[in-house]
């Protein structure tokens, strides 16, 4: 079973510029969710999907970032503009339902470095 | 709110030792679950297990060993014999229904195993 695809890898911008993420859940999970991880800090969610409806976005910097679900499956997550306390590692995750009793597998993630 | 603390911020071990890395959470809820997670330097987060707030019963899997204790509000993790591919970051998470089941992580632990 193929796992979470993240691109790219690794991603170095200017402050100010934009960039964009994508992430390829696993096959049949409804659940997506992005996670910024600070170094040195664990994960924090920043957008949950249930499909291609938003379940939480309480802590996503609205004035900057945005992310979309289409069609339920592949998401993109957009910063715009950049700072640079956005530098982070950028997870995306997916799960089959949203309750708790199932484990979410990650991507490898987006390394953001902001300069 | 819910809370993981993570005390433990570096550990070093000798191989084969044994070590076991602490974790403390806060919750007013009932239904919750407690998740381990290993973050090696590739970056992904591999899940290790998954225990719900029902379920005190410990766990042991070929090396691995949790011990969750509802008094205490501890979920420990003992990793007996260490081997250098241990070497990574380890997180607690919790989730609950209440705050629809989003992952709250620690700040993790790094683990150190010198061959």
């Known amino acids: 079973e193929a796992g979470v695809a993240q691109s790219p890898r690794y991603k170095i911008i200017e402050k100010r510029q934009s960039v964009a993420f994508w992430c390829n859940p696993i096959?049949?999970?409804?659940?997506l969710y992005w996670y910024q991880q600070i170094l040195g800090q664990g994960p924090k969610l920043l957008i949950q999907f249930q499909n291609n409806g938003v379940v939480d976005d309480s802590q996503l910097p609205k004035d900057r970032f945005s992310a979309e679900r289409l069609k339920g499956v592949d998401s993109t997550l957009k910063i715009q503009p950049a700072k640079l306390e956005d530098s982070a590692v950028y997870l995306c995750?997916?799960?089959?339902?949203?309750?708790?009793?199932?484990?979410?597998?990650f991507g490898q993630g987006t390394r953001l470095t902001v300069v | 709110a819910q809370k993981v603390t993570q005390a433990q911020t570096e550990i070093s071990v000798v191989e084969k030792e044994d070590v076991t890395l602490d974790c403390v959470y806060e919750t007013r809820d009932t239904t919750y679950y407690l998740f381990w997670y290993k973050q090696p330097p590739s970056g992904e987060l591999v899940f290790l297990i998954r225990?719900?707030?029902?379920?005190?019963q410990n766990e042991i899997s070929g090396r691995y060993s949790w011990n969750f204790q509802k008094s205490t509000s501890s979920f420990n993790f003992t990793i007996t014999a260490s081997q250098v591919v241990d070497s990574a970051v380890y997180f607690c998470a919790l989730s609950a229904v209440n705050t629809g089941n989003q992952f709250y992580f620690g700040t993790g632990t790094s683990l150190t195993v010198i061959p």
């Open positions: 225990r719900n707030s029902f379920d005190e």
């Open positions: 096959s049949g999970h409804a659940t």
């Open positions: 995750a997916s799960s089959l339902w949203p309750t708790g009793d199932t484990e979410a597998f």
